[in-house]
């Protein structure tokens, strides 16, 4: 069963806008959550990421929000730009795994102009 | 650019071919690491080294045999592997410890087994 999810296969959003990414995981024990970013041809690379006892983290036009009573993290960007197409994946861990990341199954976000 | 190589990028084997995959970092990083990303399944942990000693197998069938000759480089050598296996390999790298969530990764090699 996957411990991280993420529901969306999908999400287009108009340039400009708010983009809106989420993600849900199962493991009380996740005490550290992470956003990847990957164009095609290219391997992940890091975004942003967010310590379970912070509700709130932003980077530029990056925020992360984190709700641990409903396990549930989400990816803010905002202004959205036609570069911020991509598979955006969520990642967890903890649990006394350090390095050792779950990751959810990706969303792909299309930024149109 | 993120100071992660990977070689091959495009691999096509028989079920019976003998190859191994490199991955080369650039970071000054301890810790190394192999997953895999199949088709419409999120990326799964297959190993993880710490200063070049393994510290996780994540119950990899033995087809695939890890190597990590120094903390720069970490090999993946592959063997009688099955259909099931075509898949994108995908490298990280990062420091040890705390620091070892933020994983930097290289490229890939797509594998394609026939």
């Known amino acids: 069963d996957q411990q991280v999810k993420q529901n969306s296969p999908s999400l287009s959003v108009q340039e400009g806008r708010i983009s809106i990414l989420n993600c849900d995981y199962t493991n009380s024990m996740f005490d550290y959550f992470l956003w990847y970013k990957k164009y095609p041809a290219e391997g992940p690379t890091f975004l942003i990421s967010i310590s379970s006892i912070k509700d709130k983290n932003e980077d530029g036009r990056f925020t992360v929000f984190l709700n641990k009573s409903a396990k549930h993290l989400s990816l803010h960007i905002v202004p959205s730009q036609p570069g911020d197409s991509a598979v955006y994946f969520c990642a967890a861990s903890g649990g006394g795994s350090q390095g050792n990341l779950i990751f959810g199954k990706g969303t792909k976000l299309s930024v149109k102009p | 650019e993120t100071g992660v190589t990977q070689t091959p990028r495009h691999l096509v084997m028989g079920m019976t071919n003998k190859k191994s995959l490199k991955c080369e970092q650039h970071l000054g990083h301890n810790a190394m690491y192999w997953y895999k990303q199949s088709a419409k399944k999120p990326l799964e942990l297959m190993f993880v080294?710490?200063?070049?000693?393994?510290?996780e197998n994540n119950s990899v069938p033995s087809r695939f045999s890890p190597e990590c000759p120094n903390s720069s480089h970490l090999f993946l050598h592959l063997h009688t592997l099955q259909p099931e296996d075509s898949a994108l390999y995908l490298c990280a790298s990062s420091r040890p410890g705390l620091s070892s969530y933020e994983q930097y990764f290289g490229p890939g090699t797509r594998l394609t087994v026939t």
């Open positions: 080294y710490n200063f070049k000693e393994q510290t």
